[in-house]
């Protein structure tokens, strides 16, 4: 009695591990799951009907070549050694303050911070030199 129990269980299981696997439109893992509950349908109730062939295959999504646009931003801030704490604002090594909002309670203090003045500072000194470079000659006016 109980050996039908358990039975029906992993039976049971196995069901619902075919339902989830459509819900993720996965039909690789239905076709494995179904021929989990096969074998074990086999096991307890003998053979079975043929079962009709599953022609669906699992095409993962292609990954984005470029990196996203916060990770861009992101890397453009430098890393800068925090030299000292001023109550809810840190002093880092150029200079420049920020407020602490990130560090969680209990963990160890942050040693450094990304400083977005100085990817600021960067971003405009990166437009002032296209700016300030001088404009080729043309041919005929020499
Ligand atoms: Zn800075």
């Known amino acids: 009695m109980q050996d039908t129990t358990d039975a029906k269980k992993i039976l049971a299981y196995l069901r619902d591990m075919i339902d989830l696997s459509r819900q993720l439109h996965?039909?690789?893992?239905?076709?494995?799951?179904?021929?989990?509950?096969?074998?074990?349908?086999?096991?307890?109730?003998?053979?079975?009907?043929?079962?009709?062939?599953?022609?669906?295959?699992?095409?993962?999504?292609?990954?984005?070549?470029?990196?996203?646009?916060?990770?861009?931003?992101?890397?453009?801030?430098?890393?800068?050694?925090?030299?000292?704490?001023?109550g809810d604002t840190e002093i880092l090594e150029c200079g420049h303050r920020i407020w602490n909002f990130a560090d969680i309670p209990g963990s160890p203090p942050a040693k450094r911070r990304r400083c977005g003045d100085c990817a600021r500072a960067n971003e405009t000194r990166k437009d002032a030199g296209r700016v300030t470079r001088p404009p080729e000659k043309a041919a005929g006016s020499a």
């Open 26 to 86: 996965r039909p690789d893992m239905v076709d494995l799951y179904c021929d989990a509950w096969e074998v074990a349908a086999t096991q307890i109730y003998g053979a079975l009907p043929p079962r009709k062939p599953n022609i669906g295959h699992y095409v993962a999504e292609p990954k984005p070549t470029t990196p996203p646009v916060w990770r861009h931003m992101m890397l453009a801030k430098p890393f800068r050694k925090i030299i000292a704490r001023d």
